[in-house]
C-alpha cells in the first residue's frame, strides 16, 4: 500500500489513509506526505464499536468530499464497504488471500464493493468464481528506494550491530516469526550444509500482534538441538533499511513458507539482484523462474532445500548470472510504477473518468 501511494499519480488523485487504530504506519505515511486519520483502537467483537468506527469513516466520506474509498485487507471491507454504502461513493477492495469458510468469512464476503484488487491468480480466480469483478494486481516494490535503502547500511554495520561473525555467506530468511512460514525447515536445511561453507543463517522478523508467541524460544532451541545455534541470528524486527541491507548482502535469500499468495521477500530480494530458494507455493512458483533467477523445490521437502543452497554456494558466477535475470524480471513485473498504474486504472473505472 505505502509503494502504491508513493507512486500514484498526485495530480489526478489526493490520497488519505484511514487508519483502524494506532501504529508506527501514521510516521511513515506522513513521510510520503500523505494525510492520515487515526480512530480509535478495538476488537471486531466489540459489535457496537465496529458500528461506530463504520459511522466515522462516513463522517470522514463527508467531511472531506472523498469520492472513494479503498479497503486493504479482508476485514477492512467490513468498515469500507458498509461506510462507503453509507456515504454512497464507491469502493475498491484489496483482498490478499482466500481466507478459510467460515459464518464470518460468507458474511464479509456478502458485503456488495464495486471491485476487488487480488495479489495472485488463486485469489483472483475465487473471487471470480463467487461472482466478483476482479483485477489482478501484482504487489509493487519500489526497485530504487529499495536499492536506495540497500546502501544505505554498510555490511560491517550489519555484523556489529547483531553480532554476526565477520566474513560469513548468509542464508536469509525475511518472513514474520509464524509456523507456516518454514522457518523449522530452513534450520533443518543449514544442518545439513558443511560447516566449511562458511555460511550463517539470518531470521529477519518477528510475530505477528504477538500471535505464536512462543515460536522464536522453539526455534532457538531448535537451532541448539540441531548443533547450529553459532550459524545462526534472530534480529527480531528490524527497519526497513536495515532488512533490504541484510537482503542485499546475502549470498542467496531462502523463502520456505508451506503457503504462499505472494511472497513479498521473493520479489524484493530479486529486485536487488539476489537470488532466492523457495518452496514452490503459489506465489514464489509465479515469482521465481526455476533454474533462471533462482531455485524452487517442493513444499517441505527439507533435502531439496538444502540440496539448493549447497547448489547456490558452488555456483560462482553462475549466481550472478542468476541475480542479474531476477532483477531484471522484478523490475519488469513487480515494479510499484506498475502497480500504481494498475490500482488507477481501477480508480478511474469506479468514478467514470
Not at 514474520?176 to 522478523?205: C, D, M, N, S
Not at 510499484?336 to 488507477?344: G, N, V
Request: aromatic letters at 6%.
Amino acid at each position: 500500500m505505502i509503494e502504491c501511494l508513493r507512486e500514484l499519480d498526485r495530480s489526478r488523485f489526493v490520497p488519505h489513509v484511514i487508519q483502524l487504530r494506532p501504529g508506527p504506519l501514521e510516521g511513515l505515511l506522513k513521510e510520503i506526505d500523505v494525510r492520515v486519520h487515526v480512530l480509535a483502537e478495538h476488537r471486531m467483537r466489540q459489535v457496537h464499536r465496529v458500528a461506530g468506527t463504520i459511522l466515522d469513516i462516513r463522517h470522514l466520506v463527508q467531511e472531506h468530499g472523498f469520492r472513494l474509498l479503498h479497503s486493504n485487507g479482508f476485514r477492512a471491507h467490513v468498515y469500507g464497504g458498509i461506510a462507503a454504502r453509507l456515504a454512497g461513493v464507491p469502493e475498491a477492495w484489496t483482498t490478499h488471500t482466500v481466507e478459510r469458510p467460515s459464518w464470518s468469512t460468507s458474511a464479509i464476503i456478502k458485503i456488495p464493493t464495486g471491485h476487488v484488487l487480488t495479489n495472485c491468480p488463486r485469489t483472483d480466480d475465487a473471487f471470480r468464481k463467487l461472482g466478483f469483478p476482479t483485477t489482478m494486481i501484482w504487489p509493487g516494490v519500489n526497485t530504487r528506494h529499495l536499492e536506495t535503502l540497500a546502501r544505505s547500511i554498510p555490511r560491517q554495520e550489519l555484523e556489529q550491530r547483531h553480532r554476526i561473525p565477520a566474513g560469513r555467506r548468509w542464508l536469509t530468511v525475511g518472513a514474520r516469526l509464524q509456523r507456516y512460514k518454514g522457518h523449522a525447515e530452513f534450520l533443518q536445511a543449514i544442518a545439513r550444509v558443511p560447516t566449511e561453507a562458511g555460511v550463517h543463517g539470518v531470521i529477519l522478523g518477528g510475530t505477528l500482534f504477538n500471535q505464536e508467541s512462543g515460536l522464536r524460544r522453539e526455534l532457538e532451541e531448535q537451532a541448539s538441538s540441531l548443533g547450529i545455534a553459532d550459524r545462526v541470528t534472530f534480529t527480531g524486527y528490524v527497519p526497513d533499511a536495515e532488512f533490504a541491507a541484510f537482503l542485499a548482502a546475502s549470498e542467496v535469500v531462502i523463502h520456505p513458507a508451506h503457503d504462499e499468495d505472494f511472497g513479498l521477500t521473493v520479489a524484493e530480494a530479486q529486485a536487488l539482484g539476489i537470488p532466492v530458494i523457495a518452496f514452490a507455493a503459489v506465489g514464489p512458483a509465479a515469482i521465481i523462474e526455476a533454474g533462471k533467477t533462482g531455485w524452487l523445490v517442493p513444499v517441505g521437502d527439507v533435502a531439496g532445500l538444502a540440496d539448493a543452497v549447497n547448489a547456490a554456494l558452488i555456483a560462482g558466477p553462475a549466481l550472478a548470472t542468476l541475480g542479474a535475470a531476477a532483477r531484471l524480471r522484478a523490475k519488469s513485473l513487480f515494479d510499484s510504477t506498475l502497480h500504481a498504474e494498475r490500482t488507477a486504472a481501477v480508480y478511474h473505472r469506479l468514478l467514470n473518468l
